[in-house]
C-alpha cells in the first residue's frame, strides 16, 4: 500500500504500483518511462516516488497528450511487468522443483544495496545483498529478505579542498521512497516487541517490492520507544559498540518475530554474515516454548540454518566484549528457558579461555548446517582460520547435516547482470543476440556468440559508455571544485578533464587500508614517467570513502586527493567523492581497466572487477578473491609472480614494480596498437574474452542456483 500522496491520470494509473515496485531499478524501459514524464525531476531525484510527488497536476495533460507516445510505453512497460510478476510459464524454480511445497528462504542482512536513491547501503556487502534478492526474483525462488531501516543511513562524503573527508548524515523521508508500512490484522501498524536490558523495544516493520521478492525492514524511530531507544535504527555501522550490538540483536531477534507476526515460516534462514547471527536466540527460544529440550531445540535450529561469512581475517569478524553481550543475552535466556553458559561457550573463537569476545561467526558456524565462503580462495582461508570449531561441531558421514557444518565451502559471489550492465553494451547484445538473453545469462555457450560481433560494434559501444563515464566524471567535478571555491578559470578547465582516446583506469571501493589504493603511486617517479607519457597516456579515476571510524583509511583518501589535485599528476588522476551505486554504474560502465590490489588474503571475494568485465572493462588484479576463478591467461592480467613476502613493505614494493611492468610492456601496448580505423584489435579481443568468460560465471543467478543447489535444498530438507 503506497503511503505517499500520489495522484496520476485515470489512463496511467498502474504508474504507482510501478514505482512502488524495485523491478525499475534494473529495467532500463522503464527508467526511461519515468523520465519522460519530466526530465529535470527525473534528473534530480532518479526515484519514481519522489517523481511522482513532486509533478504538478496541471502537467499530466501534456504528458498524456504527446500525440500517444506516452502512453504506447507505459503500455508496453506495464505488459512487460505483468509478464515478469505473473509469467505464464513457470519460472526457473517452479520448473526444477515443482513439488516443493515448504516456506520460503528467508535472508537476513544488516544492509540492502538496491538503488542510490535507497541509501541503506554502505558498500559491497550491501550490494550484494541487493543483487541476490533481485536475482531471487528472476528465478522465482520463495524468499523474504530481513533487515534494517536506517533513519540516516550511511554517511555522505565531502571533501574539503585539504582533502579531509567530512560526513554527512541526511535524515531520510521514508515517505518519498518505494516503501510502505506493513499493517496488523487490526488496521494498525505492524509493530514487534524485543526484549532489552529491563525493557521492551519496539520496531515498526516496512515493507519493499522487489520484483516478486519481498523485503521487510525494521525501524526503531517510533513514538512508542523511549528517546534513547529510537535511534537504534539511526545509522548504518555506528561507530559506538553497544549501540551496534543493540542494531544487530534488534535484526536478528525481532526479524524472526517480524516474519512469524505477518505468518510468514521460512524453511531456511540464511544468515548473511554474523551481524545477523542474533536470529539464532529467537529460533532456540521457539524451539523451547515447543517443549523441545535443549539438545533438540539447538538440533532443530542448525538444521534450517546456512551462513556465509565475508571475512577473510580474523580481526574482521564481528565480536562484541563478553560482558556487555551477557547483559543482554542473560535475562533472555532465563525468560525463555535457555542455557545462557552453553550460548556463552558456542560463541567462542577458541574452546579454551574464560575471558573470549562474544564472536557471532563462531556462533552461526556451530549453529548452521551447511556454511560457505564466498570465493574459492576464501573458502581455504575460512576453513584454516575456522578448522578448530569445525571439527568439534560434532561427526557425522556427510558434508554438511544437523550437528554442524564439518567444512566450510564456497559459493563465489556474482553480480545481477542487468543491474550492472551499461545501456550501449547491453542494446547491441539485444540487437545481436536477441531480447530474450536474460535467460541465457549463466549460458556459457550464448556469451560465446559475442566473438561474431564485430570489433568495430563492440568498441562503439564501450566508448559511447565512457563517453558518458566522461561527462559524469566532469559534472562531479565542477560541483566539487565549485564548492571548494575555485575560480571561473578553474573550472573551466574541468570541461576539458578528461579523454575519451587515452586508457582509463578505475579503482573504486571502500578505502580501507588492506585495499592498498596507494600501490600505484609506491613510485611516483616512475608511475609518473608512465601515465604523462605523451605518445601512450594513462587516466585514473578513484573514488570511495573511508569508515568515519578508520582514521588510516581517511588519511588514504586525503593523500590520494592531494595527488589528484595539487601535484604534478593532475590532469591524470581524479578523484570523484561520495562513491555509491551511481558513482559505480558510470565506472565500471565506462573504464577501459578495473584496477584492484588487496592485500593477499585478505580480498573475500570482490564484486567490482565482475561488473566492469559484463562492460568489457579488463581486470589488473592481485591474485585474489575471484579473479584466480575467472583469469586464463588472455582475459586480463594478474599482478605479481605469486610469490609472499612476510614483510608488508616489500610486498608492496614487489606488487607496484609488477604492476608498472605491466602497464609499459603489455597494457599499454594492448592498448595503443593495432589499430584499424582507429579500433585497437588486439585489445577489442581481450575485452570479447573479459566479458565472455565472466559474465556466465559471475552472474547473480549462477550464484543463486548454487545456494539453491548446495544450500537451500540442504537446509530446507527434514533429515
Not at 104 to 125: D, K, M, N, Q, T
Not at 141 to 149: A, D, N, R, S
Not at 491 to 509: C, M, Q, S, Y
Not at 570 to 589: C, P, S, T, W
Amino acid at each position: 500500500m503506497p503511503t505517499a500522496d500520489i495522484h496520476v491520470p485515470n489512463e496511467v494509473s498502474r504508474l504507482t504500483e510501478l514505482a512502488y515496485n524495485l523491478w525499475w531499478t534494473w529495467t532500463p524501459r522503464a527508467r526511461r518511462l519515468f523520465a519522460s514524464i519530466d526530465k529535470q525531476l527525473w534528473a534530480r531525484y532518479r526515484n519514481p516516488v519522489q517523481l511522482l510527488i513532486n509533478i504538478e497536476p496541471h502537467a499530466w495533460r501534456t504528458v498524456i497528450e504527446d500525440g500517444g507516445q506516452f502512453i504506447s510505453d507505459y503500455r508496453r512497460v506495464i505488459r512487460e511487468f505483468d509478464a515478469y510478476m505473473k509469467p505464464e510459464n513457470p519460472t526457473w524454480f517452479e520448473r526444477n522443483f515443482p513439488d516443493y511445497k515448504g516456506g520460503p528462504v528467508a535472508y537476513f542482512s544488516p544492509e540492502y544495496g538496491l538503488h542510490e536513491s535507497i541509501g541503506i547501503y554502505c558498500g559491497g556487502l550491501g550490494v550484494l545483498s541487493g543483487d541476490h534478492a533481485k536475482a531471487a526474483s528472476d528465478l522465482g525462488l520463495p524468499f523474504v529478505g530481513v533487515g534494517l531501516l536506517y533513519r540516516y543511513g550511511y554517511f555522505q562524503q565531502a571533501v574539503d579542498p585539504d582533502g579531509r573527508q567530512h560526513h554527512i548524515f541526511s535524515e531520510i523521508d521514508f515517505l518519498r521512497l518505494p516503501i510502505s508500512p506493513v499493517y496488523a490484522t487490526t488496521g494498525r501498524p505492524l509493530l514487534v516487541e524485543v526484549d532489552f536490558p529491563g525493557r521492551s523495544v519496539y520496531a515498526r516493520v516496512w515493507h519493499m517490492k522487489v520484483g516478486r521478492v519481498d523485503l521487510y525492514l525494521l525501524d526503531t524511530d517510533i513514538e512508542e520507544n523511549d528517546p534513547a531507544d529510537r535511534p537504534i535504527t539511526a545509522q548504518l555501522y555506528v561507530r559506538g559498540r553497544e549501540m551496534r550490538l543493540c542494531q544487530e540483536w534488534l535484526l536478528g531477534i525481532g526479524g524472526v518475530r517480524a516474519l512469524r507476526a505477518m505468518q510468514i515460516n521460512p524453511a531456511v534462514w540464511h544468515i548473511n554474515e554474523g551481524h545477523s547471527a542474533f536470529l539464532l536466540l529467537e529460533r532456540l527460544a521457539e524451539e523451547r516454548r515447543d517443549g523441545k529440550s535443549w539438545s533438540e531445540a539447538v538440533e532443530s535450529v542448525r538444521r534450517g540454518t546456512v551462513f556465509t561469512t565475508h571475512t577473510p581475517v580474523p580481526a574482521g569478524n564481528e565480536a562484541f566484549d563478553r560482558g556487555l553481550v551477557y547483559r543482554y543475552l542473560q535475562p533472555f535466556c532465563e525468560k525463555h528457558n535457555m542455557e545462557c553458559s552453553a550460548l556463552m561457550d558456542m560463541a567462542k573463537s577458541y574452546p579454551e579461555g574464560a575471558t573470549q569476545p562474544f564472536n557471532l561467526t563462531a556462533l552461526a558456524l556451530r549453529l548452521s548446517r551447511y556454511a560457505n565462503g564466498v570465493s574459492r580462495i576464501h573458502g581455504e582461508v575460512a576453513r584454516q582460520m575456522w578448522g578448530h570449531i569445525l571439527s568439534d561441531a560434532g561427526e557425522r558421514t556427510e558434508s554438511s547435516g544437523p550437528s554442524g557444518p564439518r567444512s566450510i565451502d564456497y559459493i563465489t559471489n556474482g553480480v545481477h547482470v542487468a543491474t550492472w550492465l551499461g545501456h550501449d553494451v547491453r542494446t547491441m547484445i539485444e540487437e545481436k543476440l536477441g531480447r530474450d538473453w536474460l535467460m541465457k545469462e549463466d549460458q556459457p555457450d550464448f556469451w560465446e556468440q559475442l566473438r561474431r560481433i564485430p570489433d568495430r560494434e563492440i568498441w562503439e559501444a564501450h566508448q559511447n559508455q565512457k563517453d558518458r563515464l566522461i561527462r559524469f566524471v566532469r559534472h562531479r567535478l565542477l560541483k566539487q571544485l565549485s564548492r571548494h571555491g575555485k575560480s571561473p578559470d578553474e573550472l573551466r578547465e574541468v570541461h576539458h578533464a578528461l579523454d575519451p582516446n587515452v586508457l582509463t583506469i578505475g579503482f573504486a571501493r571502500r578505502f580501507a587500508t588492506y585495499k592498498r589504493a596507494y600501490l600505484l603511486f609506491n613510485d611516483y617517479n616512475r608511475l609518473k614517467s608512465i601515465i604523462t607519457d605523451r605518445e601512450h597516456p594513462v587516466q585514473i579515476i578513484f573514488s570511495g570513502k573511508a569508515h568515519p571510524a578508520d582514521e588510516a583509511g581517511q588519511e588514504l583518501v586525503r593523500q590520494i586527493v592531494n595527488l589528484a589535485f595539487y601535484s604534478e599528476l593532475k590532469g591524470y588522476v581524479f578523484f570523484i567523492e561520495n562513491y555509491d551505486m551511481r558513482v559505480a554504474r558510470h565506472l565500471v560502465q565506462g573504464v577501459d581497466v578495473w584496477l584492484n590490489t588487496p592485500r593477499k588474503p585478505r580480498e573475500a571475494s570482490g564484486t567490482s572487477g565482475m561488473k566492469a568485465a559484463l562492460n568489457g572493462a579488463v581486470n589488473v588484479s592481485i591474485a585474489d578473491g575471484w579473479w584466480p576463478e575467472a583469469y586464463n591467461g588472455q582475459n586480463g592480467w594478474v599482478i605479481g609472480d605469486g610469490k609472499g613476502f612476510d614483510n608488508d613493505e616489500m610486498q608492496d614494493y614487489a606488487d607496484a614494480a609488477s604492476l608498472y611492468e605491466l602497464l609499459e610492456k603489455e597494457i599499454l601496448p594492448a592498448y595503443y596498437s593495432e589499430r584499424e580505423d582507429g579500433v585497437p584489435r588486439r585489445w577489442v579481443g581481450i575485452m570479447k574474452e573479459s566479458m565472455i568468460t565472466v559474465a556466465p560465471r559471475f552472474s547473480a543467478t549462477r550464484m543463486l542456483r548454487q545456494y539453491i543447489q548446495d544450500a537451500y535444498r540442504l537446509a530446507a530438507s527434514p533429515d
